[in-house]
C-alpha cells in the first residue's frame, strides 16, 4: 500500500495543468468522493497496525500535493484570464481554490473567513451501523450529495473490534469522513459521577443507562460539527422515541445555526422500506431482525424485544447479553471516597476502570438484570429490560455508606432532589442551569461519604453486608438505638414525646368538637 502511494506521489508530481479542463479532470481523478487518494484512505483501516503511521504520514502529504498542485493550477489561470480581458480594457477579478487575502479580507472575522472556507455542504450524521443510520448514509451522501461525515462516541460500549467494524461498514455506505470520539471519561465526569452521588434510580428501578449516554453523544456530535463548520446534523431517530427529544435539543440550544436532517422520521419510513432502498443501491447486510435490540454503555446495557412491547410478559434468559458463570457466592469490598469508587478489594484504580471491573466480575453472576416501567418524554408508557450489574450495586453500596455517614435532612432532601435530577437528564433538560444547581449540592454532599462496603456475589442477586467509615455516624457515645441512652433521661425523653404529640392532640381536640 505505501509503495502506491509513493507512485501516485510521483505520478502527480509529474502532472501538468493545462487549462481548466485539464485541472477539473486533474480534481475528479484524484481528489474527489470517488477519487483516487479518497479510496486509499478508504483502505487506511486495512493498513496493520505497525505501518499505520508510515502510511498515514504519507497520505496526508500526497493529498496535500495533489490539492496544492490543483489551487496553484486555477491561481495561475484566473491570473491569465485577468491579463488578457485587462488587455482589452476589462477588469476580472481573480477567483482561486481557497480564501484569498484582500484588503477587503482584511477587515473580516477569522470566523467568518473560516465559514466562508468551509462553505460546502458538510454534514454531520450520528451513526451506529444499524440500519437507520445506515440507510441515512447512503440517502444523505448519494442522492443529496451531502459530505457525510458519519461519527460514533464511545461512551464505554464498544470494543476497539467494534469500532473498527462501524468504521468499515460506513465507508460501504459512501460516507466521506468517519470519526470515533471516545467520550468515557467525559460520561463519567459530566453525568455518571453525579447519578451515584445521587444514588438515582428511575422509578427505583432503571439506573438511566441508555438515556444518560445520549446526553453525552449529542454534545460530543455537537461540538464536532462546530470544528469542521457543518451546515447540517443528521440522526436516525424515528418520531415515536425518546431519542429525537434528546438530540434535538441539545443540537438547537448549543447549535441553532445548523439545520437538523432527519430522514427516518421525516419521511416515516418503515423497516422493510429502508431495507428495499440499501438493496436498489447493491447494500445488501442480511437486515434481518433480530429478536433482540442490545444497547450498551459505561452504565449498563439496554434490551429490546417482543416481550417488552407487552406488559406482562419476562425477557427470558438468553435476552441478556452476560450468562451466569459463577455460582459459588463471592466477597466484595467496594471503597468510596468522596462518594467515587476508587478501590475494589483494596486494589485503587480510576472510577471508569473500577466500574468496568465490577460490571465483568458481577455479570458472571447475572446479577443487575431487570425490567423498567416507565413514561416516556412524548406521552406513551413504555418497558425496557436492562443489565446493569455494576450500576445497581454501586449506587445500593453508595446509598448505604451514605446512611451511615449523612444527617437526616441531608438524606431527605437528596432522595428529592435525586428525583428531579433523573427526570430532568431523562428528559433531555441536561442544559438547564438547574441541573449544575443540583450538581453542586450533590457534590457538597459527599465531603464525608468515605469508606468500605462489603457485599457478597450470589447467583442473580448480591447481598450489602455493612460500612467501614471514620464518618460513621453509628459510632457515638451518645447511645445504641434499642439499648441505651447515655446523653439524656427517662424524663427527658417523656417531655420530648409529650412536646412532639403536642401538635396531633390540638388537631384532634378542635376537630371532635365540630
Known amino acids: 500500500m505505501l509503495e502506491k502511494v509513493q507512485h501516485l506521489h510521483t505520478e502527480i508530481e509529474a502532472v501538468t495543468l493545462q487549462n481548466k479542463d485539464e485541472a477539473e479532470q486533474f480534481r475528479l ?31 496526508n502529504r500526497l493529498k496535500q500535493l495533489a490539492e496544492d498542485k490543483h489551487k496553484s493550477a486555477l491561481e495561475g489561470f484566473s491570473k ?114 453525579y447519578l451515584i452521588f445521587g444514588n438515582v434510580l428511575k422509578n427505583n428501578t432503571y439506573p438511566l443507562s441508555v438515556s444518560a449516554e445520549r446526553i453525552i453523544q449529542a454534545l460530543k456530535i455537537v461540538e464536532y460539527a462546530k470544528t469542521i463548520n457543518a451546515k447540517y446534523i443528521a440522526h436516525g431517530s424515528t418520531g415515536a422515541g425518546n ?44 437486515w434481518k431482525k433480530v429478536k433482540y435490540s442490545i444497547n450498551k454503555g459505561l ?22 447479553p452476560s450468562e451466569l458463570k459463577n455460582t459459588k457466592q463471592t466477597l466484595v469490598k467496594l471503597r468510596f471516597r468522596k462518594g467515587e469508587l476508587v478501590a475494589i478489594d483494596d486494589q485503587e484504580n480510576t472510577p471508569v476502570d473500577n466500574i468496568q471491573m465490577l460490571n465483568t466480575l458481577a455479570s458472571a453472576y447475572a446479577v443487575g438484570r431487570d425490567i423498567h416501567v416507565g413514561d416516556t418524554i412524548v406521552g406513551i408508557k413504555g418497558r425496557v429490560g436492562f443489565e446493569a450489574a455494576a450500576a445497581l450495586i454501586i449506587i445500593k453500596a453508595h ?13 431527605q432532601h437528596k432522595d428529592n432532589m435525586a428525583s428531579y435530577y433523573g427526570m430532568h437528564l431523562h428528559e433531555g433538560q441536561y442544559l438547564d442551569p438547574v441541573m449544575r444547581d443540583m450538581e453542586s449540592f450533590f457534590e457538597s454532599s459527599q465531603a464525608n461519604v468515605t469508606g468500605d462496603v462489603e457485599l457478597v456475589l450470589k447467583p442473580y442477586h448480591f447481598l450489602l453486608n455493612g460500612v467501614s467509615s471514620p464518618y460513621d455516624l ?3 457515645e451518645f447511645g445504641t438505638y434499642g439499648e441505651k441512652n447515655t446523653a439524656w433521661t427517662a424524663q427527658d425523653a417523656k417531655g420530648f414525646i409529650k412536646i412532639t404529640a403536642n401538635q396531633n392532640k390540638i388537631i384532634r381536640n378542635v376537630n371532635s368538637k365540630l
Open 29 to 59: 481523478q484524484y481528489l474527489s468522493k470517488k477519487g483516487t487518494i479518497q479510496d486509499l484512505f478508504k483502505a487506511f483501516r486495512e493498513v496493520p497496525a505497525e505501518e499505520k503511521k508510515a502510511f498515514g504520514a504519507a497520505l
Open 299 to 320: 452504565w449498563g446495557t439496554s434490551v429490546g424485544g417482543d416481550e417488552t412491547l407487552t406488559s406482562h410478559l419476562a425477557l427470558p434468559n438468553e435476552a441478556y
Open 80 to 193: 491569465n484570464v485577468s491579463r488578457e480581458w485587462g488587455e482589452k480594457g476589462i477588469r476580472s477579478n481573480c477567483i482561486v481554490a481557497g480564501f484569498m487575502e484582500t484588503s477587503m479580507s482584511s477587515t473580516l472575522s477569522t470566523e467568518l473567513k473560516n465559514k466562508i472556507m468551509n462553505s460546502k455542504n458538510k454534514l454531520v450524521l450520528a451513526y451506529s451501523g444499524g440500519l437507520d443510520t445506515s440507510y441515512c448514509a447512503v440517502h444523505l451522501s448519494q442522492d443529496l450529495d451531502y459530505e457525510v461525515h458519519a461519527v460514533s462516541v464511545n461512551t464505554g460500549g464498544f470494543t476497539q473490534n467494534e469500532i473498527q467494524a462501524i468504521e468499515a461498514k460506513a465507508y460501504k455506505m459512501g460516507v466521506s469522513v468517519y470519526k470515533n470520539i471516545e467520550a468515557t471519561e467525559q460520561f463519567y465526569q459530566k453525568v455518571v459521577k
Open 399 to 411: 446509598h448505604l455508606l451514605e446512611k451511615h455517614t449523612l444527617s437526616k435532612w441531608q438524606l
Open 474 to 476: 453509628m459510632k457515638s
Open 243 to 286: 431519542d429525537q427529544v434528546r438530540f434535538d435539543m441539545i443540537f438547537q440550544i448549543l447549535a441553532p445555526e445548523i439545520e437538523i436532517i432527519t430522514p427516518i422520521r421525516d419521511n416515516t419510513l418503515s423497516r422493510e422500506e429502508e431495507i428495499s432502498y440499501l438493496n436498489s443501491k447493491g447494500i445488501d447486510l442480511s
